[in-house]
């Protein structure tokens, strides 16, 4: 034990503070930009605000804040409700064993969807593309028009023209198979996106956020191909890169393309 003033600290206690330091920092990660922080600090400012109403004996206040207090439990889940589902999320990913599509056939389904990306950005047809684990996104397959195809560019192509009804929402690819499409997947909160991203890179972001996914998605304005995962959205990919980020984060990385690394989080651009 090391005497500190009055206190006594020993190896436990180090070991207890750098436990309880790590998980608010990741836990400050999770949140970190989102509205979280805003609700954190406006429960903070009660709190604070409750204890100085009951120093100076304003029971009427004291009576009211406690009150609001009393169900602070509740309200941090319905208030935390994303980032508690993308922490759970998280613990429960494992990244050996959560390949997205088996090695067999996995090759032609990043050529067929490569080729429809290039093309459906060379003519600037909106497109959201999204790469499932084989037990994941069932409800929103289920609220989807239901497929069952072989993933080809073609068909990818014609699934978002404007003049098909489905173009509008989202493709979902499980098991190297189109699974479904015009699905609708939620909307982002994240403050820190730029205005400039539409609807349909913020819904890429916010199935991210809470589900182990890979997202293509094509810009209808000008084409230009951006990736989300694990929050995180990377716009302006080539096609080159674009492959190289689908070989790594689809389990079938070449030897040559393991050293590529994309920009983190192009959430706000410059």
Not at 46 to 66: K, Q
Not at 131 to 140: E, G, I, P, V
Request: net charge neutral; glycine share 8%.
């Amino acid at each position: 034990m090391i005497p500190i003033g009055f206190l006594e600290f020993g190896i436990k206690d180090l070991l207890e503070t750098l436990v309880i330091a790590t998980v608010l920092f990741y836990l400050y990660r999770w949140i970190r930009g989102t509205f979280a922080i805003q609700a954190a600090l406006g429960l903070l400012f009660i709190i604070l605000i409750n204890a100085a109403v009951s120093l100076l004996g304003f029971t009427t206040l004291n009576f009211m804040l406690r009150s609001v207090l009393d169900v602070g439990v509740l309200a941090v889940f319905i208030i935390f409700q994303p980032e508690i589902r993308k922490l759970l999320y998280s613990l429960g990913q494992n990244t050996t064993f959560n390949r997205f599509i088996g090695k067999s056939g996995s090759d032609s389904v990043i050529d067929e969807v490569i080729e429809a990306v290039r093309n459906m950005s060379h003519s600037k047809t909106g497109a959201l593309i999204v790469f499932a684990r084989s037990s994941s996104l069932q409800d929103l397959v289920d609220v989807g028009v239901k497929l069952d195809a072989h993933v080809n560019a073609q068909l990818l192509q014609t699934i978002f023209q404007k003049e098909t009804p489905l173009h509008d929402g989202a493709v979902i690819i499980r098991n190297n198979r189109i699974v479904a499409a015009s699905c609708y997947l939620p909307i982002s909160q994240n403050p820190n996106i730029s205005s400039v991203f539409g609807t349909r890179h913020r819904a890429a972001v916010g199935i991210s956020e809470t589900n182990n996914v890979f997202v293509v998605t094509v810009s209808e304005e000008n084409g230009r191909i951006s990736v989300a995962q694990n929050g995180d959205l990377t716009s302006g990919l080539s096609i080159q890169k674009l492959r190289a980020e689908m070989e790594k984060s689809l389990g079938e990385a070449k030897e040559e393309d393991v050293g590529f690394t994309s920009g983190k989080a192009d959430l706000e651009m410059k």
